[in-house]
């Protein structure tokens, strides 16, 4: 008998903010990366302030490069204690120019331009805090993605 598995899983998307949810939403991504021999990615998602503070050229520089370093470390300790391997990228998650541009379609986007399988996505409660811009994408991930979805 064949060992046969419903999907064929080659890499896990997982959209990430500095929430505690976020993280969590790395431990499951990792788990079933693990579980299918696959890779994990890592999207940064910025939120609202950040992005129109870099559009207006008032952005703290050094502020944004820490909080995304300690995102990315974050999320590259959950991965190697998984032993699954982990590429990241950062997405602008709103835009003052294109109004269809929220996090939702970020993820989508990313997941469609890196042909990934599998989407693990953070079910967040709305909390008011800008770093954590992940709380409404879950429900239009559910909603629009071709790809499985797990929301945590």
């Known amino acids: 008998m064949t060992d046969r598995r419903p999907l064929d899983v080659e890499l ?11 993280a969590a939403a790395v431990e499951y991504a990792c788990a079933i990366a693990a579980e299918y021999d696959a890779a994990v990615h890592a999207v940064h998602v910025l939120g609202e302030d950040v992005v129109r503070a870099i559009e ?8 944004v490069a820490a909080d995304g370093e300690a995102i990315t470390e974050t ?40 042909g990934a399988d599998f989407i693990v996505v953070p079910r967040e409660p709305v909390s008011g805090d800008p770093g954590e811009v992940l709380e409404k994408a879950a429900e239009y991930v559910l909603l629009y993605a071709t790809q499985p979805v797990l929301s945590v």
Do not use: Q, W
């Open 56 to 63: 207006t050229g008032v952005v703290n520089d050094e502020e």
């Open 75 to 114: 999320t590259r300790g959950i991965a190697e204690d998984c032993g699954v391997g982990l590429s990241t990228s950062v997405a602008y998650g709103f835009s003052t120019k294109m109004k269809l541009r929220h996090p939702g379609s970020v993820i989508l986007d990313t997941a469609e331009e890196l």
């Open 12 to 22: 896990v998307l997982v959209p990430v903010d500095r929430s505690d949810e976020s």
